[in-house]
């Protein structure tokens, strides 16, 4: 899945996605134990912090774990706000009539029921397999009819794409990119693959072991996309919310999950995930490592030294993020591709490439990347690196993240871009049009770069002060709207006078009235 290209091309501009202007948005964890999260149609909600460079404040509010846009999910309410009965009691009948309009052992029954039916009377409409009671709803629309086992084993070509990019961007990948993945799996002995957002790769598993008797590999889907729950019985769908660990179908979905990754001791499992680059990486990182516990459950003490292996795909500029809380992943050069994607496709060069990466756990030597796309093995760095990719002595290592050959600068001691230069105001490499000037990572509140907003030790006090000056604000505001009130009022009530004693009002006063 991929985002939106102003969010990608203004996170690979400055390396630090998410802080390209003077304000921003964290997420907030709490330490200790708290209340049971709000939920909105996705599940529960996040906690967040609304933070200024510059300003001192930090206020917190709820919002939608899985939407960027709030016209995608309205869900909005400050931490300290007290709501009513009645729109709490509102709220969750809202969240009720969002829900699927079928629950998860409907979708198997009518799936049961439809490869029963005769092939002509398999008819497929509204992103939804019909049954022949069904037909009556769609008598005005054109059904497409005749669909086969083949086109059942890959909805993904049934189902138009997500494509809204800050809600599910669901962007698939290409076949060159699945068949890579799926020789890889095999290569590496892999038996089960817990695909998390990822449909048609978990599609290409389920057909290749289907019709390959010595492929013994097996998949689970879990996917924010309830329309897949039609095609899949009940072991190999979780209808399942990656940014919140939250499974929709409840404890029987989760324990699915739990029963398929604990299999055989979790030996021969992996994990494999392609969430939508829009989403902040903390979550993305807590939710996965509540995926790796599940795991570890069913280890014996003899393995408890193990790993669950992971493939995260994601684009390469969040690197540094990624490793903070997996410091045992390394970036892989192989560039990943999707179908319906118009610009990140294989075969560009320079900037055009796909700029997405795959980040694992496994050692990168292990890891053969096809030679016939130009992929070759560098004895010095013991990996897989792409075409253009150099070795540095300086760095020791391939140093290229994008495809490109990079330089070194020896004031920085790294290797930069091709198209960066050192600027001795900043004291670092950067873009020739950068601003020298701009925003600073760390916290907001202290200006301090060593920790977030959210865990300044002066948050408390710069809590009290603002909502002290939000008050003074607020009292200014509503006194300003009186006094327009009142003052359009009187107004009003000298024109009818006029009108009244016969006189036509002045143009002033119209306007005023007006």
């Known amino acids: 899945m991929a985002a939106s290209r102003d ?3 203004a996170g690979a501009a400055d390396g630090n996605p998410g802080c390209s202007g003077s304000s921003g948005v964290e997420v907030v964890f709490p330490s200790g134990p708290v209340a049971p999260a709000l939920q909105c149609p996705h599940g529960p909600t996040l906690l967040f912090v609304k933070v200024s460079q510059g300003e001192e404040e930090a206020r917190r509010f709820y919002a939608c774990s899985a939407c960027r846009d709030r016209k995608d999910c309205s869900f909005f309410q400050w931490e300290d706000e007290k709501l009513s009965e009645a729109r709490l009691a509102a709220r969750e009948a809202y969240n009720q009539s969002c829900r699927p309009p079928l629950s998860w052992m409907q979708c198997v029954e009518r799936l049961l029921r439809f490869v029963q039916l ?3 009377q398999r008819k497929f409409r ?3 397999l019909l049954l022949p009671n069904d037909w009556g709803e769609h008598e005005e629309h054109e059904l497409q009819g005749q669909v086969s086992t083949a086109q059942l084993q890959r909805p993904s070509h049934l189902l138009h794409p997500l494509e809204n990019k800050k809600t599910n961007a669901q962007y698939l990948f290409a076949d060159r990119t699945c068949q890579f993945l799926v020789h890889l799996l095999s290569t590496l002995g892999v038996r089960r693959v817990l695909c998390v957002g990822t449909p048609r790769l978990h599609e290409l598993i389920r057909v290749t072991a289907a019709g390959d008797k010595k492929s013994d590999i097996k998949g689970l889907l879990l996917d924010i996309d309830f329309r897949y729950s039609q095609f899949y019985m009940q072991d190999s769908f979780c209808h399942y919310n990656m940014f919140n660990h939250h499974f929709f179908d409840g404890k029987a979905a989760l324990d699915v999950c739990r029963e398929f990754l604990q299999e055989d001791e979790g030996d021969g499992g992996i994990m494999i995930t392609d969430p939508r680059f829009g989403g902040l990486v903390e979550p993305l990182a807590i939710t996965f490592k509540k995926i790796i516990a599940i795991w570890k459950e069913g280890q014996s003490q ?3 030294h193990k790993e669950l292996p992971i493939f995260w795909i994601f684009p390469y500029f969040f690197e540094s993020q990624i490793c903070q809380f997996f410091p045992s992943f390394s970036m892989l050069d192989y560039q990943v591709d ?20 795959i980040f694992t756990n496994i050692l990168p030597h292990k890891i053969i990347l096809p030679t016939e796309e130009g992929y070759r093995f560098c004895p010095l760095w013991q990996r897989y690196i792409s ?19 990079w330089k070194h600068c020896f004031l920085c001691r790294k290797c930069v871009k091709p198209s960066w230069i050192h600027c ?4 670092h490499c950067a873009v020739i049009a950068h601003s020298c000037a701009g925003p600073r990572a760390g916290c907001f509140i202290c200006g301090k770069s060593d920790h977030k907003c959210s865990t300044c030790p002066n948050i408390c006090l710069s809590g009290r002060a603002n909502k002290a000056v939000r008050k003074q604000k607020q009292r200014k505001s509503n006194k300003t709207k009186m006094e327009a009130s009142k003052g ?5 009530t000298s024109v009818i006078r006029k009108k009244e004693e016969g006189k036509s009002p002045s143009i002033s006063l119209l306007l005023n009235v007006q």
């Open 118 to 120: 005769p092939l002509p």
């Open 7 to 9: 969010w990608l091309e």
């Open 338 to 357: 999707y179908d319906n994607h118009a610009l990140y496709k294989h075969g560009k060069t320079g900037r055009k490439q796909s700029p997405v990466r």
């Open 387 to 405: 075409l253009e990719n150099r070795h540095c002595e300086h760095c020791n290592s391939c140093t290229s993240k994008d495809g490109r050959k």
């Open 488 to 492: 359009q009022s009187m107004n009003q």
């Open 126 to 128: 509204c992103q939804q």
């Open 302 to 304: 003899d393995n408890s």
């Open 424 to 427: 001795s105001a900043c004291g």
